[in-house]
């Protein structure tokens, strides 16, 4: 499987080369060459598989450089660190499935991608003999899951940028409370595209990139977005594999397009059918509900919302969705992304539209209805949903079909945003042990401007 720039402007990658790149040095993001199918016969064969086996499965499908036995280890690895034994389980919720993702070590999905990522920059360089500056910028959850992932591994450093006071106090005391030598926490005077801007411009400085050996963890590499694929997968066969349907929706709360470009790659990965609607659901910050319902795809203001991991204008991953919008031109990706760029919006034709709203439906919560919706799952069902899933959970109520199941994915555990479900409950979540005592551990991090300059000085000081 060799790996390609959305750009255009590469030589091929093997997979290990795209999960060490990270950023294509074109400016684009990575994908493969083709995405491979799997048969009907194949798919039957996966069914009851451990979660860790059809990671197997479909990980090696696009990662053919890594031998089996070794593969098998790193994910072996990475999921015994979960406190479920299927990992990802699906849980009923009325007529929904609820596929809880956050039975990680940080309580959020982020964790399924970053714990196999983590082993796999660890292996790779201890093969190489090389060092890594992990550099990164997160929301709220991306953080925490990175730092967890390679938090004393040999041949790492990681700096991450957060927006400071623009996540959760447990989101903030998952990073920062992380003390191992080579854990960096930054929080900059801005909003999180400041911080994603901050990341896009210092790994386009090839030069400083290539000298301070960057790389990256958010889901610009595709090693995280490998890695989400095999959920959808799981989910799939769960429910198909019970025999109530053949076909499977998704809701997906999403702000930086990864998690829903997953489930893109494992619609087309699966056999014709198997994955049906993919719903895309925003807060406030609805960027790319206008995308998919009107064709228009431009910044605004970053609204401070409820589900502060969703609270982005710039998606990272949507240019990997364009490119197969553009037919895989690479020349036409490129101009698009420097048109918006410059001009901070791009508009689609009418057939471009219609093609899209083959692939999405969408919705965007407003704060009242995130709220509503939380009050009134709990209220029927006894279940406590985090902010995030409840954007997912109110848009699949909008857009669910009869007799096809609706999974909704529950990115995060509830009592990582405990003051806005007890405004919609009533009182605490359930705190899990493993966050009780956040509040009394050691804290340590580093407020900065908002500037590249002031975060390339940073890391000329710390990096390996």
Known sequence: MRYLSTRGGIAPLSFTEAVMMGLATDGGLLLPESIPTVTQQTLASWQGLPYPRLAFEVISRFADDIPAADLRDLIDRSYATFTHPEVTPLVAVGDLQIMELFHGPTLAFKDVALQFLGNVFEYLLKKSGARMNILGATSGDTGSAAIYGVRGKERINIFILHPHKRVSPIQELQMTTVTDPNVFNLAIRGTFDDGQAIVKAIFNDIPFKKRHQLGAVNSINWCRILAQVVYYVYA?????????????????????????????????????????????????????????????????????????????????????????????????TKEAMERFAQNGSLRFATDEQ??????????????????????????????????????????????????????????AHPAKFGEAVRKAIGRDPEIPASVADLDQRESRCQVLDAEVAAVKEFLKQKAL
Do not use: W
């Not at 009050?375 to 899933?389: F, K, S």
């Open 236 to 332: 799939a066969l769960k429910i198909t594999g019970q025999g109530r349907a053949t076909t499977v929706d998704f809701s997906v709360p999403t702000g930086n397009f990864g998690d829903i470009f997953a489930g893109y790659v494992a619609r087309r990965l699966l056999p014709e059918g198997t994955i049906g609607r993919l719903v895309l659901a925003t807060n406030d910050n609805n960027l790319l509900t206008r995308f998919v319902q009107n064709g228009d795809y431009s910044l605004g203001t970053v609204v401070q919302t409820i589900s502060p991991s969703m609270d982005i204008q710039v998606a990272s991953n949507f240019e990997r969705y364009l490119y197969y919008l553009h037919d895989e031109d690479p020349a036409r």
């Open 354 to 411: 219609a093609r899209i709203q083959t692939d999405f439906a969408a919705e965007s919560a407003s704060e009242e209805e995130t709220l509503a919706t939380i009050t009134a799952i709990h209220r029927q069902h006894g279940y406590v949903l985090d902010p995030h899933t409840a954007v997912g959970v109110k848009a699949a109520q909008s857009h669910g079909r009869a007799g096809v199941p609706m999974v909704c994915l529950a990115t």
